[in-house]
């Protein structure tokens, strides 16, 4: 659906002001060139847009460091020192951040170094992935009345998530994966509720978070995602 089409149609962040373009629900630049196709796009107005591009020009930068997919090595290589080169202070802040921690490859423990990252934003951004997935695969539309969770789903998160949301009875159930699994993901909607959704995330082949680097507890290679109506 090109952009013409998405005209006059409210936009799927704010929910109040009509949308003037069509949006990448993730980012090309999450993706190699050769990953590109098919992405999911949906109608987004100017200042949401805005707004969304300038946590996508982090978040490009920053997650692919700690990328573990086939493309990896291709995305280190060739986009991320470009990107470095145009943001010096952000380069000095990862570089003076970096620390060394354990990480698990291939079932072996290994070194591996570990770059700090705000929160806040991933949050903040993948509030509003779920706003476009639940758009682009339902036309459901959340607003103020809705609230959304963001959650780093460690592995004790992942195995609850797992039984008590992902394993329940669905009216709805999709699945994607994008870019050669470059990020794959899974949603489902609740019954009689559309703007209830539950939506679980993976990008670049499970890369790891860690809200607190002496407890390897604090771990997340997933995000879990719920959405539904404000309790009055």
């Not at 997933?222 to 309790?231: K, V």
Request: proline share 4%; aromatic share 10%; hydrophobic share 40%.
């Amino acid at each position: 659906m090109g952009s013409k089409k998405f005209r006059g149609v409210p936009c799927v962040y704010c929910a109040m002001r009509v949308a003037t373009s069509a949006d990448h629900v993730f980012a090309r630049e999450f993706f190699t060139l050769s990953e590109r196709s098919a992405l999911p796009k949906v109608p987004a107005c100017a200042v949401c847009n805005s707004q969304k591009s300038v946590l996508e020009h982090y978040l490009t930068t920053v997650l692919p460091l700690g990328g573990r997919h086939d493309s990896a090595s291709e995305m280190l290589s060739s986009y991320v020192p470009r990107r470095l080169s145009k943001n010096l202070p952000l380069h000095r802040q990862l570089y003076d951040g970096r620390i060394s921690v354990a990480s698990t490859a291939n079932g072996a423990s290994e070194q591996a170094l570990a770059f700090p990252i705000e929160h806040t934003k991933l949050e903040e951004y993948f509030a509003l992935i779920a706003k476009g997935l639940a758009w682009y695969h339902w036309k459901v539309l959340l607003g103020n009345d809705d609230v959304i969770q963001v959650t780093f789903l460690t592995h004790a998160g992942e195995r609850y998530f797992e039984k008590n949301l992902l394993n329940v009875s669905a009216f709805q159930v999709v699945r994607g994966e994008l870019g050669g699994r470059t990020i794959t993901y899974e949603g489902r909607q609740g019954f009689g509720c559309p703007q209830v959704t539950v939506w679980r995330i993976e990008m670049y082949g499970g890369l790891e978070v860690i809200a607190d680097a002496t407890s390897l507890s604090t771990k997340a290679r997933s995000i879990g995602i719920l959405t539904g109506p404000r309790s009055s």
